[in-house]
């Protein structure tokens, strides 16, 4: 893929919306920080240490766990911004991600935001926040739902009084 196309992909994605045309125009002549897979090719292994963040740029994948590789935790397309968002961390990888169909990622790792001017890292730390905030608010609306609906089932079983910890 030539840098003209690299470019184009990355243009076309929300998280980079506010990153200055130099720094994306030299991002994109980065070919190490693109990577291409194949439909069942493995992005993300859970276990794994490494700490990149990616951006999904061009194709659809899947999150699953080894512990029930047959279910589907969640569908991500082009846009998703997914491995270890906090870059300073290192802890294990707890899914995988898995190609659906020929993709297109762009993996950020240290050297990368080590490498921008002052204002650019900030612009890459306040994104990485951003996307924390964004799946902490969708994993609230989740258990808010999860915890709805069992006191329903709980109801409905006659176990009104039920309770169940919510404390975590």
């Not at 720094?23 to 190490?32: K, S, V, Y």
């Not at 397309?77 to 997914?82: L, T």
Request: proline content about 2%; charged content about 30%.
């Amino acid at each position: 893929m030539i840098k003209q196309e690299r470019l184009k992909l990355m243009q076309e994605v929300p998280f980079f919306k506010d990153i200055d045309s130099f720094e994306l125009d030299r991002m994109a002549d980065c070919d190490d920080y693109f990577l291409y897979f194949k439909e069942g090719e493995y992005i993300i292994h859970q276990g794994e240490s490494e700490t990149p963040v990616y951006i999904l740029l061009k194709g659809k994948a899947i999150v699953t766990r080894n512990q029930n590789p047959n279910s589907e935790l969640a569908k991500m397309k082009y846009g998703a911004v997914f491995g270890t968002v906090s870059i300073n961390e290192s802890p294990l990888r707890q899914t995988n991600v898995i190609a659906q169909n020929d993709a297109v990622v762009f993996k950020i790792e240290n050297d990368l935001i080590e490498s921008f001017d002052e204002e650019t890292s900030k612009k890459f730390c306040k994104l990485r926040k951003d996307v924390l905030l964004e799946r902490l608010e969708k994993l609230t609306l989740v258990v808010a739902d999860l915890k709805a609906e069992i006191a329903l089932l709980a109801v409905e079983e006659g176990e009104e009084n039920a309770e169940f910890n919510w404390d975590f």
